[in-house]
């Protein structure tokens, strides 16, 4: 192996990345799912939507779990802004694009929520019962339950899609799908029936003054000063979190003024070529030409489905990294195989694509059958019989076969 093709040690590489993004995510899908378990229990009762919630935060609200749930919320927001920041162009599939957008959606409600109860708990020592937060939503602010309910949904749709996309390279996945497919619709559907149904119930006792008087002495809920600096961290947080999309964005119009400047030339089987600005991968050049190539990971390395044979001077490409050695290896790659996803060329080079784009994920990491080819040194002998076309035009295949 060319000093050049040994594989590269750097940190954070992209698999480290995409590790942390998905240890992260997954906190975070932990969090949402006892969240949304929590609110089912409202189906059976108000009082054991509260037990759950004792619960619910005996888990999250200790110093242990705080620092998983904000340092794991952080670190997925931080990889989200530098994937959009490495990303060369926005074409991508449908499934990564929601995923895209539903993850930016989130922290436009889930800065709201959190501030107008975690932060409202830990400052002003605000109580924020189920029984509270089912009569805000339900009763007082309509709006704002339906604004939590749609958090709801885009927080668990998104977990759900990258969870899906994760898994379904697993050999044992297709085995389970119906059964995870059934719980992703089924428990976003059973917490807001159990919040609706909480919700009717509290709308009959707060016909009781006494009750709701009780109830908001109870909750300790801040004064108006109190609101108005809840309402005024919830603005800044919105805005730094603005500010800090705006900032990536002009980092990556930035690098992409500069790379344009150096350009490299990708030459694909059928004679067609491809010129792209140096930082590209050669799966986001097919992609920005409209070439079909299969990735069934979306170009996350994990597929090994994007896989080409390079055609390249020696010592000419960058190092692939360990990841991506350890995916080749796992699909017995040969020599001079790369990952599309992963190779950013510094030099013209022509590739072939090794697996058809309609590839499916089940079979992404099959080592042998979808190979296209492989070249090899032949000698062939062709033998003929004199005639044989007149001879066997007048005879019956079985005939021929016993000539
Ligand atoms: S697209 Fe999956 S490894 Fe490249």
């Not at 975070?28 to 949304?36: E, G």
């Not at 619709?185 to 059973?190: E, R, S, T």
């Not at 992609?287 to 044979?309: D, E, K, P, Y």
């Amino acid at each position: 192996m060319p000093a050049a093709d040994k594989p590269s040690a750097s940190w954070p590489g992209p698999a480290r990345v995409r590790r942390a993004r998905l240890y992260s995510g997954l906190v975070l899908f932990v969090f949402v799912a006892t969240h949304l378990l929590n609110h089912a229990l409202g189906l059976i009762s108000l009082q054991a939507m509260e037990a759950g919630r004792w619960l619910f935060i005996a888990v999250w609200r200790n110093p242990v779990g705080s620092t998983l749930l904000f340092g794991a919320l952080l670190l997925h927001l931080s990889l989200a802004l530098w994937s959009i920041y490495l990303r060369r162009h926005l074409r991508m599939p449908i499934w990564q694009a929601m995923q895209l957008v539903l993850g930016l959606l989130i922290p436009t409600v889930l800065v709201h929520h959190a501030v107008f109860t975690r932060a409202a708990w830990s400052v002003y020592g605000y109580q924020d019962s189920y029984t509270m937060l089912v009569l805000l939503f339900w009763q007082l602010r309509p709006d704002l339950g339906l604004w939590q309910s749609a958090l709801v949904l885009v927080a668990w749709a998104h977990g759900c899609i990258g969870i899906h996309y994760w898994l379904r390279l697993r050999p044992w996945y297709r085995l389970v799908a119906m059964e995870l497919y059934t719980v992703a619709i089924m428990l976003p559907v059973m917490a807001l029936l159990g919040f609706a149904q909480a919700g009717r119930y509290v709308s009959v006792l707060a016909q009781d003054p006494q009750w709701l008087r009780n109830l908001l002495a109870d909750a300790q809920a801040p004064d108006a000063a109190g609101l108005a600096t809840l309402t005024a961290w919830r603005d800044g947080i919105w805005m730094a979190l603005a500010a800090l999309l705006l900032l990536t964005l002009l980092a990556r119009a930035l690098r992409q003024w500069r790379e344009s400047a150096r350009s490299v030339r990708i030459h694909y089987p059928n004679a067609q070529v491809v010129t792209v600005p140096r930082g590209f991968t050669v799966l986001e050049a097919s992609h920005q030409a409209g070439i079909a190539h299969a990735s069934v990971c979306g170009g996350r390395g994990r597929c090994s489905t994007c896989r080409v044979r390079v055609h390249a001077p020696d010592g000419s490409l960058p190092a692939a990294s360990e990841a991506e050695t350890r995916v080749l290896a796992r699909v017995g790659a040969g020599p001079h195989v790369r990952l599309a996803c992963q190779l950013r060329p510094t030099h013209d080079l022509r590739v072939t694509p090794l697996i058809p784009p309609s590839v499916p994920p089940a079979m992404s990491w099959s080592q042998g059958h979808l190979m296209a080819g492989e070249e090899r040194e032949l000698c062939v002998l062709f033998a003929d019989l004199r005639g044989f076309t007149r001879l066997s035009e007048h005879r019956l295949p079985y005939d021929v076969v016993f000539l």
